[in-house]
Nanobody, 125 residues
Framework: VQLQASGGGLVQAGGSLRVSCAASGRTFSSYGMAWFRQAPGKEREFVAGITWSGSSTDYADSVKGRFTISRDNAKNTVYLQMNNLKPEDTAVYYC???????????????????WGQGTQVTVSS
């Protein structure tokens, strides 16, 4: 499985950005997917996740109500729509795939089997 993240960039506080993650493989619809982020000098943290069926999502408290994760199985792609961005959202955003067909999103890095290369999101104040 290969994951390719894209869509990062520079945006002003209050603005919006959508990052995407394209996955290889014909069984994308069976992968749980998630976004994590890592800010300079900080540990990587869970941002949002969606189960393989798309029936369940989960978000970090810091992004609830502002970020939305979604998936398009026909395009083998997962998206993270980020609205009302804040300077503290500045980080490298990584997508990750969980090959287990879980019914609930897992927020721990160790639960994910494959990782993309990351895309930089910078929010200016």
């Amino acid at each position: 499985v290969q994951l390719q993240a894209s869509g990062g960039g520079l945006v002003q506080a209050g603005g919006s950005l959508r990052v995407s993650c394209a996955a290889s493989g014909r069984t994308f619809s069976s992968y749980g997917m998630a976004w994590f982020r890592q800010a300079p000098g900080k540990e990587r943290e869970f941002v949002a996740g969606i189960t393989w069926s798309g029936s369940s999502t989960d978000y970090a408290d810091s992004v609830k109500g502002r970020f939305t994760i979604s998936r398009d199985n026909a395009k083998n792609t997962v998206y993270l729509q980020m609205n009302n961005l804040k300077p503290e959202d500045t980080a490298v955003y990584y997508c990750a795939a969980d090959l287990g067909r879980r019914v609930r999103v897992r927020p721990l890095e160790d639960e994910y089997d494959y990782w993309g290369q990351g895309t930089q999101v910078t929010v200016s104040s």
